[in-house]
């Protein structure tokens, strides 16, 4: 225990030292702004096509990323609703005998297109949908970490050999961040981990683990308490040379403000430091924008509400700067996710235009900005207004209209996802002025007209 207090002074220490100095960025990068990785969702991964993989994997190669990271193989329902597991690979664990099991074998698919396409794969395990209000308070955690011990001595069984070159590493899933749950049972969770490493070593030592947890601004004890918790976390793993820890920047899903980027990347790049293991730091950038409805409680307990209704993908002005201020920190960059944000087959080629053009430029990013709307119009409609104009120009594209009412905020109108140069609003009064901006995916607006 005077061990584990003593890293903690220090480490407090030489945050506030940091503090002092205004949480400046070091001008030496450790790695460039750019992403070399992405996550894949099982679920949606266990419905494409041979053809379909073929093709994201044609986009990753195309964008310089080297690696994927399979989000979950086996996933059990919360136990309020039975606590069934889902599975997306082949398992004849005893455990798995009444799962769900998805058509296609997720980890064989995504371990045969990463080879033909010279992708390293990270192999996940198992996660539990109760881990998000029980952490590691319960037995649940703790049993859910042997079962993922079982599933990594079967899966390194039955794929590894077929795929040595391709089989880079292994995904602890629990995605473990600073709310007050977590700070609690910090040693539980290390201890269920400790289990994990342990198998894997036996297995083959020379696999890292890496694990993606996340800073949240809500229902956590701050920063000196945050910090507390990730020293105690380093000193309680038995992390091995070479494991990597890649936090969730949390931009995109609402839980970390951009403005704190710099703070929190201080904050963990001093608590691995404590670590008896040369543990790697990589960073998890997201590329998406959650959307969190107006409610009395968000941004107290939750994100802030947000302007898009739906999640979007992020203009680039904003992950171009959460990559950059990782660079100065984080030895590599993944993203969440390329695959289902920024590749043509879900998103607009224009995204991806964009990030090569910002790639073959030596990371800068376009700054042509798209014209300016022709011919909005508006009229009155049964109970409200409608708003109608012209497609503005892009040497990209446009991803998004903004409208506003009166010069406060009224709506977004998102091309990407089919939207059109229309928008109806009920209870609007004909007689506002309103204002359309178009955005492209760089984050370029165009002129504002009104009407």
């Not at 994997?57 to 039975?82: F, I, P, R, S, W």
């Not at 980890?107 to 590691?136: N, Q, S």
């Not at 602890?172 to 910090?186: A, C, M, R, S």
């Not at 201080?266 to 997201?286: F, Q």
Request: charged share 20%; net charge negative.
């Amino acid at each position: 225990m005077f061990i584990l207090l003593k890293k903690i002074v220090a480490t407090l220490l030489a945050f506030v030292m940091a503090l002092l100095s205004g949480f400046a960025v070091p001008e030496e990068k450790k790695c460039d702004p750019a992403f070399t990785g992405s996550f894949v969702q099982s679920w949606a991964s266990s419905y494409w096509s041979d053809d379909q993989w073929e093709s994201e994997m044609e986009y990753m190669k195309d964008c310089g990323l080297e690696y994927l990271v399979v989000q979950d193989l086996a996933t059990k329902g919360a136990n309020a609703d039975g606590g069934k597991w889902t599975l997306y690979y082949d398992s004849s664990l005893p455990e798995f005998e009444n799962a769900d099991r998805s058509e296609n074998d997720v980890l064989e698919k995504a371990l045969y297109h990463c080879k033909k396409a010279g992708i390293k794969v990270f192999v996940p395990l198992a996660m539990f949908d109760d881990f998000w209000t029980e952490t590691a308070l319960t037995n649940q955690y703790a049993e859910v970490c042997k079962v993922s011990e079982k599933m990594a001595e079967e899966i390194y069984a039955n794929y590894y050999e077929g795929y040595e070159d391709t089989f880079f590493g292994w995904y602890f899933v629990p995605e473990i961040n600073n709310n007050i749950l977590n700070v609690i049972g910090v040693k539980r969770l290390a201890d269920g981990l400790n289990g994990i490493l342990g198998k894997l070593t036996e297995l083959d030592g020379s696999l890292p683990l890496l694990l993606s947890p996340f800073y949240t601004n809500y229902l956590s004890g701050g920063t000196a308490i945050t910090l507390a918790q990730l020293v105690s976390f380093f000193h309680y793993t038995e992390f091995r040379d070479g494991d990597i820890y890649c936090p969730q920047d949390a931009v995109g899903a609402g839980w970390t403000n951009v403005d704190d980027l710099k703070k929190i990347w201080t904050l963990y790049s001093e608590a691995i430091k404590t670590s008896d293991a040369d543990v790697k730091l990589w960073a998890n950038v997201e590329c998406f924008t959650s959307a969190t409805a107006d409610t009395l409680t968000d941004g107290i307990t939750g994100p802030s509400a947000t302007e898009n209704t739906v999640s979007v993908p992020a203009t680039f002005d904003r992950l171009v700067y959460q990559m950059t201020v990782a660079s100065a920190y984080a030895e590599n960059i993944i993203t969440f996710s390329f695959n289902h944000y920024y590749s043509p087959k879900f998103a607009s080629s224009m995204f991806m235009e964009t990030y090569k053009d910002y790639l073959d430029k030596g990371f800068v990013l376009e700054e042509e900005c798209p014209s300016a709307v022709t011919g909005l119009e508006k009229e009155s409609v049964e109970n409200g207004i409608k708003l109608s104009w012209n497609e503005s120009q892009d040497n990209f594209g446009v991803a998004y209209y903004r409208i506003e009412k009166d010069g406060r905020f009224l709506a977004r109108v998102e091309t990407y996802a089919g939207g059109e140069t229309v928008y109806e609003a009920e209870g609007a009064d004909v007689s506002s002025v309103y204002t359309v901006t178009a955005f492209d995916a760089a984050g370029n607006a165009s002129e504002s007209v009104s009407v």
